[in-house]
């Protein structure tokens, strides 16, 4: 069964996915011997650094292979795939995590846990400490992977995670959304428009991305007797509920409302796959008030509670030591 669940994992986050890609790229880079080529690719961004499309893409092939080694650490921490892989495997993932410019990239410039856990685990040959009870763990570890799918694959999350991320599309920026989601005028505008524009992508991907956290942060309370696990899925989407909560803070509070509205109400809520174009409805403001009675204000407060749980989980792994 490990060695079936392997395959499916590999035929899901490697074949399936972009992480081949990275493979592929880091392969051209390694190979050949493009040693500066590939410090440039994997540099930390700074303030103003211009940064071509396809260095871009390039970027997000290796960032989708680092998600894939993050899946195959946890998936050997429970036991749902073999604790030993087969060595040709090992030796090909150490190729990678082993290369000194993708170890400052996961390591120093974009530190991800995951991974470098992965690497200490194939270096040192280390062995579960935990023994999960399969027939619970593997149904907690295939909802965990349903639930990552939203931020992995849908397209408006994708954009707004761009913005987040300083990158830009058509002029648009994180600026703007920050701007639109701290005004409510502008809020309303643009979530009643029929533009399909980037910034309309990048406000509906916040509102989905909230409602994430929100089913995110009640899977991890779920988690409480398996802390081990329960961090390591906490630590898949490290880099978006850490290293950019303090942007996410300074709008949550005010567009809170909005997105409980947009969750909870069935007479005014936006319908998520409408049978026509896939656009979406929302309520004008003069409804809020409506809305807004004791029961949904106590919603709103268990929201609130649920994001910043989620954006201030502490894990219980500790950090590799660097060598």
Same mark, same amino acid.
């Given at each position: 069964m #490990?060695k ?14 972009? @992480? ?16 500066? #080529? ?7 961004? %700074? #303030?103003?650094?211009i940064?071509?499309?396809?260095? /871009?893409?390039?970027?997000? @092939? ?16 429970i036991?749902? !795939?073999p ?18 410019? %993708?170890?400052? =990239? =996961?390591? *120093? ?10 690497? /200490? ?8 400490? *935990?023994?999960?009870?399969? &027939? ?20 408006? +999350? ?6 987040l991320?300083?990158? $830009? ?61 329960? $961090?390591?899925?906490?630590? =898949? ?6 290293h950019?909560?303090d942007?996410?803070?300074? %709008?949550?509070?005010k567009?809170i409302l909005?997105?409980?509205?947009? *969750?909870?109400?069935?007479?005014? !809520? ?9 656009? +979406? ?7 809020f008030?409506?809305?807004?009675n ?7 407060? #268990?929201l ?9 989980f &502490?894990?219980?792994?500790? +950090?590799? +030591? %660097?060598?």
């Open positions: #490990e079936s669940n392997l395959v499916e994992i590999q035929d899901r986050y490697l074949l399936g996915s972009n @992480a081949l890609e990275g493979m592929l790229i880091l392969d051209n880079y390694i190979e050949q011997s493009k040693d500066k #080529e590939l410090k440039k690719l994997l540099r930390p961004l %700074v #303030e103003d650094d940064i071509s499309n396809s260095e /871009t893409q390039k970027r997000d @092939a290796i960032d989708s292979l680092l998600q894939y080694f993050s899946i195959l650490e946890i998936a050997i921490m036991g749902f !795939i604790e030993r892989l087969p060595q040709d495997m090992v030796s090909e993932i150490m190729k990678y995590l082993n290369d000194k410019h %993708v170890r400052n =990239y =996961y390591l *120093i410039h974009y530190p991800i846990i995951l991974p470098q856990m992965l690497h /200490t685990r194939l270096a040192e040959k280390l062995k579960n400490e *935990i023994e999960y009870p399969s &027939e619970i763990i593997f149904l907690h570890f295939m909802e965990f992977l349903s639930l990552s799918n939203i931020l992995d694959e849908d397209e408006d +999350v994708e954009t707004f995670l761009w913005f991320d300083d990158g $830009s599309i058509d002029d648009f920026t994180i600026e703007d959304l920050w701007s639109t989601l701290n005004n409510s005028k502008k809020l309303i505008k643009a979530l009643k428009s029929s533009q399909n524009t980037s910034l309309n992508d990048a406000i509906r991907g916040y509102f989905k991305f909230i409602d994430f956290m929100r089913s995110f942060d009640s899977f991890l309370q779920k988690l409480h007797d398996y802390k081990e696990f329960q $961090s390591a899925v906490w630590l =898949y989407h490290m880099y978006w509920f850490d950019m909560k942007k996410l803070n300074n %709008v949550i509070d567009t909005f997105t409980n509205i947009n *969750i909870n109400s069935n007479k005014y !809520i936006y319908k998520k796959k409408l049978e026509t174009d896939g656009k +979406v409805n929302y309520p004008d403001i003069e409804m008030s409506e809305m807004v004791d029961d949904l204000k106590f919603d709103l407060i #268990e609130e509670k649920s994001v910043k749980r989620v954006l201030n &502490e894990s219980q792994l500790s +950090v590799p +030591v %660097v060598i």
